[in-house]
C-alpha cells in the first residue's frame, strides 16, 4: 500500500544521537541518519571505527548509551521480553564467523528459528528451508552438517536462516572477512540478489566492489562518528575527505596509499 499523499514515509531505521559507551570509552558518537525502506546501506571504515557495534545497536545485540533507534517508526530502547523478541524476529542478522549449529544439519539450522518462534510446523519449515537453500545454491546439501561444508557455503546457509523468519531488514556483519578470497564471491553473488528483492540491508563490510555496484549509500565511520553518508558514485569518484581517501587508497594497493599521505601531509 503506498503512503497517503502529503504524508512522508516512515523510514525502516533512524537513529537519533545515539552514543555507545564502554566504561569510559565512546564507540559510537552522537550519531544520527535515517535508512529508507528497501535501501541498501554499506558502513565501512577502519577498524575500531564502530561498524560492527552500530549494526548490533539496530536488534539490540548491544544496547544504547543515549539517544534513540527508530525501527518502522518505533523506539526501540525501551523494548523487552516479548517486544524485544519480535523486534529481533523481523531483523535477521548474518555473522562474520556464521553463528551455525554444528551438531545440526543445513536444513535444521534454518529451520530452527521458524518452527520455536514463528510456530511453523516441520513441513511448512523444511519447504521454506529447502526453497532457500535452492535460492543460496546449496540444494544439494540440505542433509550436511557445517563441518562438511566450506566457508562459503556456511555463509549461505547462515543467510538461508536469516531469510529464513522472512525479515523486513537484514544486518551483515563483515560476512566475507572470514572467507578464502574465492569463496567470496559466491556470497557477494547472494547478496546481491537479496538486494534487488527490495529487502532493506545494513552491510558492514571492506568488499569496495559491492558497495560501489550494489549500495544505494555508503556511510563511513571513523572514531565512531559519520564522516560521509553519500551515493556510492560521490563516494568512490568525487571524494575530498582525506581521511577517507586514504582509507580508500590503503585498500587499493600501499603505494596509492603513501602517495594519498604524503598528498596530504
Not at 34 to 59: D, F, Y
Not at 221 to 242: S, W, Y
Request: proline letters at 5%; charged letters at 25%; hydrophobic letters at 40%.
Amino acid at each position: 500500500m503506498s503512503e497517503p499523499k502529503g504524508i512522508l514515509p516512515v523510514p525502516a531505521i533512524e537513529f537519533r544521537g545515539v552514543y555507545k559507551r564502554w566504561g569510559e570509552t565512546e564507540v559510537i558518537r552522537g550519531i544520527s541518519f535515517a535508512i529508507e525502506k528497501g535501501q541498501v546501506v554499506v558502513v565501512c571504515g577502519p577498524s575500531g571505527s564502530g561498524k560492527s557495534t552500530l549494526a548490533r545497536l539496530i536488534n539490540r545485540l548491544d544496547t544504547l548509551s543515549d539517544g534513540e533507534i527508530l525501527i518502522n517508526g518505533a523506539p526501540t530502547s525501551g523494548f523487552t521480553g516479548r517486544r524485544l523478541q519480535k523486534l529481533r524476529e523481523g531483523i535477521g542478522f548474518v555473522f562474520q564467523h556464521f553463528n551455525l549449529y554444528g551438531h545440526l544439519t543445513a536444513r535444521e539450522n534454518i529451520t530452527l528459528a521458524p518452527r520455536k518462534l514463528l510456530g511453523l510446523s516441520s513441513a511448512e519449515a523444511n519447504a521454506r528451508a529447502d526453497a532457500l537453500l535452492e535460492r543460496v545454491g546449496l540444494g544439494g546439501k540440505a542433509d550436511l552438517k557445517p563441518a562438511q561444508l566450506s566457508g562459503g557455503q556456511q555463509q549461505r546457509v547462515a543467510i538461508a536462516r536469516a531469510l529464513a523468519m522472512q525479515p523486513e531488514i537484514i544486518l551483515f556483519d563483515e560476512p566475507t572477512s572470514a572467507l578464502d578470497p574465492e569463496m567470496i564471491g559466491e556470497v557477494l553473488a547472494v547478496m546481491q540478489e537479496i538486494a534487488r528483492s527490495g529487502t532493506t540491508m545494513v552491510v558492514v563490510t571492506h568488499e569496495m566492489g559491492f558497495a560501489r555496484e550494489i549500495a544505494d549509500r555508503v556511510l563511513f565511520l571513523d572514531g565512531g562518528r559519520v564522516l560521509a553518508d553519500t551515493a556510492p558514485e560521490d563516494f568512490f569518484d568525487n571524494q575530498k575527505h582525506p581521511r577517507i581517501q586514504r582509507f580508500l587508497a590503503q585498500l587499493l594497493s600501499p603505494a596509492q596509499s603513501r602517495e594519498v599521505e604524503e598528498a596530504d601531509a
